[in-house]
Every structure is written in C-alpha cells, then in structure tokens.
C-alpha cells in the first residue's frame, strides 16, 4: 500500500474538518445542503483548492461561492486553529460539476438502452426468421 503524502493528508484533514463546519458551524443560508467534495492543496500549501457541490445543483453554483467567498476568513480561521499547520493555506472555492456529469451520462446509457430495447424488439422477429430458415 502507498503512504498518502503529507500535502494529501492535510488535504483530506481540510475536506473533513471543512465538511463537520459547513454543517455545523456556518449559517449562512446560502451554504445549507452543500458538499465539499475534493480539496487539494499545492506543495508549498499557499492555497487549498475546495471543490464544492449540492443536490440542487449547478442552479445554485453561483449563490453557494458567493457564500462561500463570504465566509472564507472564518472558515480558514477555524479551520488554522483545528489543524496545526505553521501558515495556513488561503481558501480558493470551486464548483464540482462531477455530480451533473455523472446524471447526464446515465440519462444518455438509459436513452441508448431504451433505444436499443425498441430497436431489437423490432429486429427480432426478422433475427427468429433468418434462424428459421437455417434449420430448413
């Protein structure tokens, strides 16, 4: 098994401890029912890059960053105090569209089953002929 790096340890430390405070500690309206899904963060840990997404949506990407720009110095202030680290990185907020993309490709795996469903119930009586007529 491969050790994590440190800069991915603090990564994944940043992504938990920002999860537990968007929960529990922020309330803004703006940030109710979002995900911190990835953070990484740079070798010289000058930023954190967090990825964030919600149920809703790219609808509401725009209205989540804002709150999240918003609350930046006290996120990354709490955040210094929970995680011993000698300079904090600065916060750098993203939208994650992995969640849209992933719902649109399933809607497209669905329409060509779907489509294939239809197409080989209407190729199959001609398929059982052709097999007919190789048992004669």
Do not use: C
């Not at 929970?82 to 992933?102: K, Y």
Request: glycine share 2%; proline share 3%; charged share 35%.
């Amino acid at each position: 098994m491969v050790s994590k790096t440190r800069t991915q340890r603090i990564a994944d430390r940043i992504r938990e401890e920002l999860s537990e405070m968007v929960i529990q500690d922020v309330s803004d309206p703006r940030l109710i029912g979002i995900s911190i899904t990835d953070v990484n963060v740079d070798r010289e840990l000058a930023y954190a890059e967090v990825y964030v997404s919600a149920l809703e949506g790219e609808a509401r990407s725009l209205e989540i960053l804002a709150g999240l720009e918003h609350a930046q110095g006290f996120l990354r202030r709490e955040l210094s105090q929970r995680i011993d680290l000698r300079t904090f990185p600065r916060l750098r907020f993203h939208w994650d569209p992995t969640f849209e993309r992933a719902e649109r490709i399933e809607r497209l795996i669905a329409s060509l089953h779907s489509d294939s469903s239809s197409s080989d119930s209407q190729d199959q009586p001609a398929s059982h002929l052709e097999e007919e007529d190789v048992d004669r």
